[in-house]
């Protein structure tokens, strides 16, 4: 998957908004003000970092190549996907969605039902 279609599927995604809270050149999408991506649009592999469920982290680490643990994150938590690699895309849009719900069901009730609405 290129970079910009990772890129634009995130933002397919009901309410998320693309920031810049590092700096101009680390890209973060957030669905209801928490971080579900990011990437770094310079890099080469592009790479991008998602959430992910812990156990699951680790079976998807076990069994692809291209899923490390999350550069610098809380590696339980996140991994970094090599992009232009091995990786199938629908293996990328599942895991973005993943990513995503994760977040969204973290989130206040409130805030969640909005959301899901």
């Not at 990513?99 to 899901?116: M, N, Q, W």
């Given at each position: 998957m290129h970079l910009a279609d990772f890129c634009a599927h995130c933002l397919s995604l009901p309410h998320v908004e693309e920031t810049t809270p590092f700096g101009p050149d680390v890209l973060v999408y957030k669905v209801g003000g928490k971080m579900f991506a990011l990437t770094v649009p310079d890099d080469h592999p592009a790479t991008a970092n998602l959430k992910c469920d812990p156990d699951r982290a680790i079976d998807l680490r076990d069994r692809y190549e291209d899923v490390q643990p999350g550069y610098h994150m809380n590696k339980r938590h996140w991994n970094t996907l090599t992009l232009e690699g091995r990786l199938s895309n629908a293996l990328i849009v599942e895991l973005i969605r993943h990513?995503?719900?994760?977040?969204?069901?973290?989130?206040?009730?409130?805030?969640?039902?909005?959301?899901?609405q």
């Open positions: 990513s995503y719900d994760l977040v969204v069901a973290s989130l206040p009730k409130k805030l969640r039902a909005e959301i899901t």
